[in-house]
């Protein structure tokens, strides 16, 4: 049984859904169109840009002026000619120009609008106005993204995520009950059953002691794991460092942080289980995810059109590193043509699982991950340095430039490190910032997070 939810209590089979078959018709879709060539996928998303530009000409006073200026007229074809030419949308420019990005009218059949807050980790908080149907589009990639994990959706998820908001709201579901320090709700909630019959999800705070955290773990035996990099690998190391097992744990998934090597290979220990990895922003949805057969990941092309491009503004080529533009295809509250996230990634070769969906080998991190140099040049900082955290008694770390002539290197340990640690510390500083930066090792209590909750890798204070 393939576990669709039939809409109609007196029928079990086969499943006949009166609500919500669009989404599933739109997932159906999905499947066929992952298989495209890259050429069929960027023809279709050609003709939904034609669209979108036109709406935005005709509706968004930001871009009536943008979309002349570089030869595009009502009723013409968007061509990938006339886009490369289109300019890059950046932070500043959705933080000042909010009123003017705005369409002054958009479909009905698209739903309510409501704002997405971007968490503010790169320093320029700011917010985008979408409506339901980006709600769908961010429901379908979600759903893709369960079922390139292939999940069982019979199995209780432990959600460590970390919302206070998320978990306020939901105690007041007339289904939850309290567990361990955490909270049970009777499914996964939205969008998976939408569609169908799911397990329980567990709630916790991931700020609990790691001793709660790893207790309620135990407790529960969850199928799945959420939560973020820097979490994981706390509670990861906690259980090795305590002796403690858990086999129940099919796979990890995390979001927000970048996911390195060291961290896959210590769960892999740990809990006997893959990480798998998203990559998504609160002002475009979700972006891409990790491929079914590998550790790259593809752009969910359905929804978005994901460039990467280099210092001149070209596609970056396989191999190499350029910024990520991104633009949702389907926002027509606030259309975001070449929006620039603020993250780096590495364009990946054709994969060879056979998708047409392009491929990043990896998302680097932050454009913001650069030091400053007294000279005014910036030097790209290299962070979750895989020789730092193989040390086994480091749980986290983090790199602070503290003026134009210093950074920090703080970290978070379980023992004090032996002569030969910090020897490989000492060789990764001197690696990375040797000759022009003076270096210091602290080791401190606890590392702070964003107000998101996130353990940014680098800050700079300068
Ligand atoms: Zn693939």
């Known amino acids: 049984m393939d576990g669709l939810k039939s809409a109609i209590p007196e029928l079990a089979w086969p499943s006949v859904m009166t609500d919500h078959s669009g989404l599933m018709a739109l997932l159906r879709q999905y499947d066929v169109s992952q298989w495209w060539t890259a050429e069929q996928l960027m023809e279709a998303q050609f003709l939904q840009l034609s669209k979108l530009a036109e709406h935005a000409l005709r509706t968004v006073p930001f871009y009536g002026r943008r979309l002349r200026d570089v030869g595009y007229v009502s009723g013409m074809n968007m061509t990938p000619e006339i886009w490369s030419r289109l300019p890059i949308l950046t932070r500043d420019d959705v933080r000042d120009a909010e009123e003017k990005l705005r369409a002054t009218s958009y479909p009905k059949t698209f739903g309510e609008t409501s704002w997405a807050n971007s968490g503010g980790s790169t320093g320029i908080p700011v917010r985008v106005l979408k409506t339901g149907m980006d709600g769908v589009m961010w429901q379908a990639a979600h759903l893709r993204e369960l079922e390139w994990n292939g999940i069982d959706f019979s199995l209780e998820i432990a959600n460590l995520r970390g919302a206070?908001?998320?978990?306020?709201?939901?105690?007041?579901?007339?289904?939850?009950?309290?567990?361990?320090?955490g909270l049970i709700l009777p499914d996964w909630g939205h969008p998976a059953t939408l569609l169908r019959k799911t397990g329980r999800m567990g709630l916790l705070e991931p700020t609990l002691p790691l001793a709660t955290q790893a207790e309620y773990l135990i407790k529960r035996r969850p199928g799945y794991l959420i939560m973020r990099p820097s979490g994981l690998r706390l509670i990861l190391v906690y259980f090795r460092e305590m002796g403690l097992t858990l086999d129940s744990l099919r796979s990890v998934w995390t979001m927000s942080e970048s996911v390195d090597e060291s961290l896959r290979e210590v769960c892999r220990e740990i809990f006997g289980c893959p990480v798998k990895s998203s990559y998504s922003c609160n002002e475009t949805g979700y972006i891409a995810l990790q491929c079914p057969s590998g550790l790259n990941y593809h752009a969910v092309s359905e929804s978005v059109l994901v460039e990467v491009i280099d210092k001149q503004g070209n596609p970056s080529k396989p191999g190499e590193i350029g910024r990520v533009l991104v633009t949702p295809l389907h926002n027509y509250a606030m259309p975001l043509l070449r929006y620039q996230v603020g993250d780096e990634a590495e364009v990946g070769p054709p994969c060879s699982c056979g998708r047409g969906l392009?491929?990043?080998?990896r998302i680097v991190g932050r454009l913001q991950d650069y030091v400053t140099l007294r000279s005014g040049e910036k030097k790209r900082v290299h962070t979750g340095h895989y020789r730092i955290s193989a040390i086994r008694a480091v749980r986290e770390f983090q790199l602070v430039q503290t003026s134009l002539e210093t950074?920090?290197?703080?970290?978070?340990?379980?023992?004090?490190?032996?002569?030969?640690?910090?020897?490989?510390?000492?060789?990764?500083?001197?690696?990375?910032f040797g000759g022009y930066l003076k270096w210091t090792i602290v080791f401190v209590e606890s590392l702070p997070r964003t107000s998101a909750g996130?353990?940014?890798?680098?800050?700079?204070?300068?």
């Open 164 to 181: 206070a908001s998320l978990m306020k709201a939901l105690s007041q579901n007339p289904g939850a009950i309290e567990d361990s320090g």
């Open 358 to 361: 392009p491929s990043l080998t």
């Open 407 to 432: 950074i920090e290197l703080r970290l978070v340990v379980s023992r004090a490190l032996n002569e030969e640690e910090n020897k490989v510390l000492e060789e990764v500083m001197k690696k990375s």
């Open 454 to 462: 996130k353990l940014m890798q680098f800050r700079s204070e300068v």
